[in-house]
């Protein structure tokens, strides 16, 4: 049998099949890849303090046993508060919807007496508070099955922190240009590690902050609340929006117009220093990432992966913007996804190339 020319083989559709099987591939084993991938990216993360007692003169096994355990701890506490919360929650949720809806009604008949032509059931059939309480607790409650498998995760971030030694050998030891590729690994774990650090602290901060207004404004369920903040912090630019839409209605049918108002101003305050103040601080020179490209990126992400995608979306771009920019075949779809900022320094480099050391030398005299 003949060998298929090379045209064919880098033929675009060639490559876009190849891409669409993956693709769908990813999409099918989403359900066995997201407790892996959390994995991965989890041990991004604490490899850093189990790095910093390595440099303490701690035995390197008991330095990963410490912050295993202090992450099984975490997990299972948060794994029991939101089963806990949830079931409390969900037992409530018929009474709240009826108060949501008798809320919803008024508001429709007031928008009507001032001119506006709206049926209630038509509104309270696409955004009833049923429908937002609904995906809150849906999302909640596929993060706690995520986190209900904690001897599964703990397993896998384990081995993956154990044999984290042995990449390097392995890498070189495989590779064609093993030199280059450690170089776009170690970028690729240091941007990956930087944003989700970050994220993780500033989440904690915002999700800490908005239960304890919510405990100060006597509203139920303040836990919850501050970890769907702490959570939807990791989806970029929408994130913070969409979490203070249950957060606000729950105000509303609790302490009414005043409370939303309240609720609305700390809310607001607390997602503006962290958000606009904090964050950028830190994570604006990590991404490089266009703005559409994370959005996109968000979409996309959530569609193959669900919410655990969404959540992971912007670290799993930015590690393919890395890999696409390290190849000369590849570096325009990285310039692509890249920031406006990125793409003008490559142009100042490819004019700092163009500039030869024949035309930079002095004439002579």
């Given at each position: 049998m003949k060998e298929k020319p090379v045209y064919?083989?880098?033929?675009p559709i060639y490559l876009f099949a190849a891409g669409f099987i993956v693709i769908a591939g990813l999409r099918f084993a989403a359900p066995i890849i997201n407790p892996v991938l959390m994995a991965v990216f989890v041990s991004i993360i604490i490899y850093q303090p189990i790095d910093w007692l390595i440099r303490k003169k701690v035995n390197r096994t008991l330095s990963i046993a410490l912050v295993m355990g202090s992450l099984a701890g975490v997990l299972f506490g948060l794994s029991v508060v939101i089963n806990q919360s949830l079931k409390k929650f969900t037992l409530n949720l018929p009474v709240y919807k009826e108060k949501i809806s008798a809320v919803t009604e008024q508001i429709v008949e007031w928008l009507n007496s001032l001119g506006a032509n709206l049926q209630p059931d038509d509104v309270l059939s696409k955004f009833g508070g049923g429908n937002v309480f609904g995906y809150a607790a849906n999302f909640l409650t596929t993060l706690g099955g995520v986190m209900g498998q904690i001897v599964l995760l703990i397993l896998v971030v384990t081995f993956v922190i154990g044999e984290s030694t042995s990449y390097a050998v392995k890498l070189t030891a495989i590779l064609k240009k093993p030199d280059q590729s450690m170089i776009n690994l170690g970028l690729i774990t240091k941007n990956v590690r930087n944003y989700l650090g970050m994220k993780t602290i500033t989440g904690s901060v915002a999700g800490i902050l908005v239960a304890l207004l919510m405990v100060i404004m006597d509203v139920p369920y303040a836990v919850i609340w501050?970890?769907?903040v702490f959570i939807f912090r990791f989806i970029p630019n929408i994130g913070s929006t969409i979490a203070a839409i249950p957060i606000m209605m729950f105000v509303l049918i609790q302490n009414?117009?005043?409370?939303?108002?309240?609720?609305?101003l700390g809310y607001g305050a607390i997602n503006f220093i962290v958000g606009?103040?904090?964050e950028p601080r830190f994570l604006a020179k990590g991404m490089d990432l266009s703005t559409l490209v994370v959005f996109l990126s968000l979409v996309f992400w959530g569609w193959v992966f669900g919410d655990i995608g969404m959540l992971l979306s912007v670290p799993i771009t930015m590690a393919i913007k890395i890999s696409l920019g390290s190849r000369k075949k590849t570096q325009w779809i990285a310039v692509l996804l890249g920031s406006e900022k990125n793409a003008r320094q490559v142009l100042a480099n490819r004019k700092q190339k163009r500039i030869t050391p024949h035309d930079s030398e002095s004439p002579a005299l």
């Open positions: 064919l083989k880098n033929h501050g970890l769907l009414g117009i005043s409370g939303v108002l309240y609720a609305g606009q103040i904090v």
